[in-house]
């Protein structure tokens, strides 16, 4: 199973401090406007809380990812509360892409994006690559859709 670059957790870790922060300006804000006496350190401790839980999140987010080429499919392993096992065979794949937002930029990651045939939502996106892993990763699934195009021949 390859396991996601150890970098992925400063962008989900940063994330969730954003969060929090955002969490602990509302709470103040509403502790400056509430129409009842609200203590201060309710603020904080909304803040500590939404921190310390988003940061563990994250860590357990990154432990949890994991992911495999096969011979017939892409196979993806994920999730914290809510274990999640895809796998994507080959002749259901469309088209791969690379992806490179500001902030993986930011952090030397990118992300291959796998779009399959069928319902809205199929598409499965492989995050926390560096970009010649993410390239690489790109070119070997496209080789395999390619071959395993003839295999589907009815």
Same mark, same amino acid.
């Given at each position: 199973?390859?396991?996601? @670059?150890?970098?992925?957790? #400063?962008?989900?870790?940063?994330?969730?401090?954003?969060?929090?922060?955002?969490?602990?300006?509302?709470? *103040?804000?509403?502790?400056?406007?509430?129409?009842?006496?609200?203590? *201060?350190?309710?603020?904080?401790?909304?803040?500590?809380?939404?921190?310390?839980?988003?940061?563990?999140?994250?860590? #357990?987010?990154? =432990?949890?990812?994991?992911?495999?080429?096969?011979?017939?499919? #892409?196979?993806?392993?994920?999730?914290?509360?809510?274990?999640?096992?895809?796998?994507?065979?080959?002749?259901?794949?469309? @088209?791969?892409?690379?992806?490179?937002?500001?902030?993986? =930029?930011?952090?030397?990651?990118?992300?291959?994006?796998?779009?399959?045939?069928?319902? =809205?939502?199929?598409?499965?996106?492989?995050?926390?690559? *560096?970009?010649?892993?993410?390239?690489?990763?790109?070119?070997?699934?496209? =080789? #395999?859709?390619?071959?395993?195009?003839?295999?589907?021949?009815?």
């Amino acid at each position: 199973m390859n396991r996601l @670059h150890p970098r992925i957790r #400063l962008l989900w870790v940063a994330r969730a401090v954003v969060f929090a922060l955002v969490a602990g300006g509302v709470a *103040t804000a509403a502790t400056l406007f509430a129409p009842v006496s609200i203590p *201060t350190f309710v603020p904080v401790a909304v803040g500590v809380v939404f921190l310390v839980v988003g940061v563990a999140v994250a860590l #357990l987010r990154y =432990r949890a990812w994991g992911y495999e080429v096969r011979d017939d499919s #892409l196979y993806l392993q994920r999730g914290v509360l809510t274990k999640v096992n895809t796998v994507v065979p080959f002749v259901r794949v469309q @088209h791969v892409d690379s992806a490179r937002g500001p902030l993986e =930029r930011l952090v030397g990651l990118a992300s291959t994006v796998v779009y399959t045939a069928g319902s =809205r939502g199929a598409d499965v996106a492989i995050p926390g690559l *560096t970009p010649k892993g993410a390239e690489d990763l790109q070119d070997r699934l496209k =080789r #395999l859709a390619i071959a395993s195009e003839g295999d589907d021949a009815v």
